[in-house]
């Protein structure tokens, strides 16, 4: 189980942190990301980020998010800046407990990731 923290009320043009940690175990995932849902659409892949460190981004969020890890806590961070409406949603973490990392072409899919946490609702008014 994951747990997601930090989503809520901002305005546009704000910066928020999201943060996602395990909860009742302890494992070393090859891959943690993080999606995103909005009302009426299907859940969208936003970024990722593999145990090596590299990172992929979906074009909606390139050059405004940024994902970064702390691996000793096994958490996962999602920096948020220049929130627009449409990025208003329910955010969720995943991550992939297989050992081999994922090949960045398969980052951005759900089926990568096998753990996933309940969401984090965040709502970008203007």
């Known amino acids: 189980q994951l747990q997601a923290y930090g989503g809520g009320l901002a305005q546009v043009g704000a910066s928020l942190k999201l943060s996602c940690t395990p909860s009742?175990?302890?494992?070393?995932?090859?891959?943690m990301g993080w999606f995103r849902q909005a009302p009426g659409k299907e859940r969208e892949f936003v970024a990722a980020i593999r145990a090596s460190g590299s990172t992929v981004y979906a074009d909606s969020v390139k050059g405004r998010f940024a994902i970064s890890r702390d691996r000793a806590k096994v958490t996962v961070y999602l920096q948020m800046n220049s929130l627009k409406p449409g990025d208003t949603a329910v955010y969720y973490c995943?991550?992939?407990?297989?050992?081999?990392?994922?090949?960045?072409?398969?980052?951005?899919?759900?089926?990568?990731?096998?753990?996933w946490g309940q969401g984090t609702e965040l709502t970008v008014s203007s």
């Open positions: 995943a991550a992939r407990s297989a050992v081999n990392q994922p090949i960045a072409t398969t980052m951005g899919q759900r089926g990568t990731y096998d753990y």
């Open positions: 009742g175990r302890t494992f070393s995932p090859s891959a």
